[in-house]
């Protein structure tokens, strides 16, 4: 190949008149084709000022050489270790070291001037010797001289933080670069906040400018920046080599060495991906083993050492192969078959990435069991052999308690193929494909679902026991591993002092629910049954009462009572009356306890002689009763009745409502009773720690009937007023929103989300539900036309639909008055209240301006009444199940006032 060659300096010390061997990229230092004083003469210098700044985000071997501009044959000689880079070109050999590293990078460039040799200098040539030698395959012509600097910004992501949220902050701060000014003595404009960010940046510079001290953060790394356009002095003086021109010497003298071939673009290609290949493997692998956890596991962390080791031996010997068969293959001497050679023995090697990939990843698996079972013990400490011999020889420790890591030294098929291969005759070379024969791998520990199984229950009763026992001085849990392939998996491993008693010890484990057979005032007998698994010595009882929410935030304290044996039955003695306790108990085989059962509930007997007397219920409201009773005629255990505890329930109802008094007294009234069902109310007495009496004899309320005059009724009446955010713009509220009045005029109401916005609706404010009630309304004006009813809040708002107008929906229920006749409306089905007998003689444009409405939630009822004075006509009744609050509301076109009732 005889045409002129441009190439990257990479940090080489490279001037015209150089001879250069491109066989194997390397320079000739002190020979030359002309003397000093001839090259100086045929110099031509030409100024060429430029500069360029670039941020890149990716830590590639690719992106890396279009950074500094270098050619594929080029960088082929650095994959192979051909050259050594200097200055700026150092960057190439700056790798990421973890795949939690964030990285982005800075490159700045200044070129000043280029320098070349005149065509009349190539022609005398004064040491021809030098191309018999063959030593060098071209000379340098022309020198670009500048200068390059890589700025590398880099922030570990902890498990906690996103990766390409950090690398994002790096790319955004590292871009203000150019644009930050230094305040005086030397301070950084920057917020607050990016100032925290930048102060958790790490800097490394590669660069062909002297510096004084290399910037190590990124305020430093500004001040860095600032200063590179004036270190190459005032004439460019300082300026170092950053692209060189070959010329083939084969041009000047027909003797001379050639470069015969390149080598491929693809092939280079190739070896770059492998080695970036396994740039990546070596990241992953030293996450792996930076995990802290291995730190104890060591047995794990051993064998990922082993085979970054291997791994690295492999990488050695490929590269050293590379820049073996580079310049013979260059130079002629050999095809470039022979680095598809070395390719392919990478193909068929078990170092290939499917092969490494499957190992790391079932390593990544172990490590992440290890890591759950850990964190499930985390108040366990974890330790390693030697640290448990420590323990087990201190003398103040009589019981050591292992959960025992038993699985992890087990043989390893493939580290010992990867071996193999590093000892086999086609490895020394990788002239040849490598065949191996790999030993049958086992299914791994960590995913057998029988062993997972054992681990799991051995897991939770050495947790319940580690739980239980851990007050107890001289005994010690720990976590260890050691390999003991009698018990795959994880066992449980019992020390006494010093010596071991069970490697597969069964845990005490966790009885069942203690069985209550007995219940007095002042004690409980309980049946207490043995654990499943370990041989139970003697039961430790706990027992606590239980307080109200209302007392207190804090539990109480368990107390505790010891059995002697194992006994079937044990009396908790001691109890307050009519108290409420939670009890539970555990196994206990030689100190070491079991976790304790479930804990039951259980209420001690009230003492009949505290019961109040039987109450007295007198109404006093349609919803409302005044319960009085006497004071118990006695209290045992020297107690003193603090309050009382009135409970009702009506024949409907499947538990009991209560209310308690303020204080002692004996009277309470009680709100919110509905009488349309049989009522029954009873009475306690509470004492301390919310303890109750025995409950006082019942009394029974009868039902109240469905009203029939209007007295009757307005003892229901109830209060209600319009709700102006309901209202549509062209009905105006009055009387202190009790009146509503059809309007032409829109009014001017604010926008609403409740507002109805084509039908002439409002709503009341009040909903009702759980009671009964009764309100009046009266109609004037314009024929008297409006829409008397009920509705769910859901009803629509919107639109002029079906969904929105009040009774043609399944959430609504009206009356519809229109002068002097009536139809009922629900789910848009109309029922037509014919003319009434005694209305029929009179001739009236309204037979009834006052309307009554009656709404009896409970039952399902609602009613429409004409009213004349004392006299309530039914009108008509909707029987049906409500679900939800009712609001009254009104569809008017005319005026609607709400009465003011007095009940």
């Avoid at 490279?14 to 001839?38: E, H």
């Avoid at 409980?524 to 043995?530: D, F, R």
């Avoid at 009745?641 to 009702?648: G, I, K, M, S, T």
Wanted: glycine content about 6%.
């Amino acid at each position: 190949m005889d045409s002129p060659i441009e190439m990257a300096a990479l940090g080489r010390a490279l001037f015209p008149g150089m001879l250069y061997d491109c066989r194997n990229d390397s320079f000739i230092p002190g020979v030359t084709l002309w003397d000093s004083k001839a090259l100086k003469n045929g110099l031509s210098i030409h100024e060429k000022p430029s500069s360029d700044f670039k941020i890149s985000t990716s830590n590639s071997l690719k992106e890396k050489s279009n950074l500094l501009d270098v050619s594929a044959s080029l960088k082929a000689s650095f994959l192979g270790g051909l050259i050594e880079v200097g200055g700026s070109a150092k960057y190439l050999k700056n790798d990421v070291s973890s795949t939690r590293q964030c990285r982005v990078t800075m490159k700045y460039s200044k070129t000043v001037r280029y320098e070349q040799l005149t065509m009349s200098q190539l022609g005398k040539i004064t040491y021809p010797q030098v191309f018999e030698q063959k030593t060098a395959t071209h000379v340098i012509t022309g020198v670009l001289y500048g200068a390059q600097a890589f700025l590398v910004f880099d922030q570990s992501a902890s498990k906690d933080e996103s990766k390409q949220d950090i690398e994002g902050t790096l790319n955004v701060m590292v871009k203000k670069i150019p644009s930050l000014s230094i305040e005086g003595e030397g301070a950084l404009k920057l917020t607050d906040e990016e100032k925290k960010t930048a102060d958790k940046f790490d800097c490394t510079f590669h660069g062909d400018f002297e510096i004084k001290q290399n910037p190590t953060t990124f305020l430093e790394a500004i001040n860095v920046y600032k200063t590179l356009p004036e270190l190459l002095g005032e004439k460019g003086e300082k300026a170092v080599p950053v692209r060189v021109w070959l010329y083939p010497l084969i041009k000047l003298d027909s003797k001379a060495a050639q470069l015969v071939r390149e080598i491929s673009v693809g092939l280079v290609s190739h070896v770059e991906a492998v080695l970036e290949l396994l740039r990546k493997v070596n990241m992953r692998v030293n996450d792996l083993i930076g995990d802290s956890l291995l730190d104890r596991f060591v047995d794990l962390k051993d064998k990922l050492v082993e085979f970054q080791d291997k791994f690295q031996q492999y990488k050695a010997v490929f590269e050293k192969a590379v820049s073996r068969v580079l310049p013979a293959i260059r130079g002629g001497g050999e095809e470039e078959q022979a680095l598809f050679d070395i390719l392919q023995h990478y193909n068929t090697s078990p170092f290939t990435q499917s092969k490494m990939d499957k190992w790391l990843d079932e390593k990544k698996g172990e490590i992440k069991v290890l890591r759950r079972y850990a964190d499930g013990l985390k108040d366990v400490p974890i330790m390693t052999t030697w640290e448990l011999h420590g323990v087990l020889f201190d003398p103040e420790i009589e019981t050591v308690v292992c959960f025992t890591f038993t699985s992890l030294q087990y043989e390893e098929p493939y580290l010992s193929t990867l071996t193999q291969c590093l000892e086999s005759e086609e490895f020394k070379k990788l002239e040849k494909n490598y065949s191996f024969s790999p030993k049958e791998e086992s299914q791994p520990w960590f995913t057998s679902p029988e062993l997972s199984r054992t681990m799991r229950r051995n897991l939770e009763l050495f947790r319940g026991i580690s739980e239980a026992s851990k007050n107890q001085t001289k005994t010690k849990f720990i976590v260890v591993s050691i390999s003991d392939p009698s018990c795959p998996g994880a066992s449980i491993r019992l020390y006494r002092r010093g010596k071991i008693v069970d490697p597969q010890f069964r845990c005490i484990s966790k009885p069942q629910s203690p069985e209550v057979t007995d219940i007095q005032t002042n004690s409980v007998t309980l049946k207490l049954l043995p654990s499943q698994a370990g041989k139970s010595e003697w039961y430790r009882v706990e027992h606590r009462a239980v307080k109200r929410a209302a007392e207190t935030d804090t539990e109480q304290e368990w107390t505790v009572t010891d059995t002697p044996d194992t006994q079937e039955t044990w009396t908790l003695t001691g109890l307050q009356v009519a108290t409420l306790y939670q009890v539970r108990y555990r196994a206990v085989e030689a100190f070491l306890m079991s976790k304790a059962s479930e804990a039951i509930e259980i209420q001690t007997k009230p003492s009949p002689r505290s019961a109040p007397g039987k109450p007295s219920v007198e109404r006093v409201g349609h919803s409302s009763v005044r319960v009085s009773w006497k004071k118990p005629a006695a209290v045992e255990g020297g107690l003193s009745v603090l309050q009382y505890r009135v409970e009702y329930k009506n024949s409907k109802q499947a538990l009991w409502s209560s209310q308690l008094t303020e204080g002692n007294e004996t009277v309470c009234t009680v709100e919110g009773m509905e009488f349309t069902e049989p009522c029954r109310v009873r009475v306690y007495s509470v004492f301390a720690e919310g303890t109750l009496s025995a409950a006082s004899e019942e009394t029974a309320v009868k039902e109240v009937p469905e009203p029939r005059t209007r007295d009757e009724f307005l003892y229901y009446s109830c209060r209600l007023t319009l709700d102006p955010n309901t209202a549509h713009r062209k009905l105006c509220l009055s009387e202190r929103n009790r009146k509503v009045t059809f309007s032409r005029t829109p009014q001017p109401y604010p926008d609403h989300t409740e507002r109805f916005q084509q039908i002439l609706n409002v709503l009341c404010r009040e909903g009702l539900s759980g009671t009964r009630c009764y309100w009046e309304i009266e109609r004037s004006g314009r024929e008297w036309g409006a829409d008397i009813g009920v509705t769910y809040k859901g009803i629509s708002r919107k639109g002029g639909g079906n969904l929105c107008i009040l009774g043609n929906n399944d959430k609504s229920w009206i009356l519809h008055c229109s002068g002097s006749s009536y139809s009922a409306r629900h789910n848009n089905k109309v029922t037509a209240i014919p003319a009434l007998p005694s209305l029929r003689t009179e001739i009236t444009a309204c037979p009834f301006p006052r309307i009554g409405v009656y709404l009896d939630f409970t039952v399902g009822s609602l009613s429409f009444y004409g009213v004349s004075g004392d006299t309530m006509t039914l009108l008509h009744r909707f029987q049906t199940t409500f679900t939800e609050k009712l609001y009254p509301g009104f569809w008017v076109h005319s005026n609607v006032t709400i009465c003011e009732l007095q009940g």
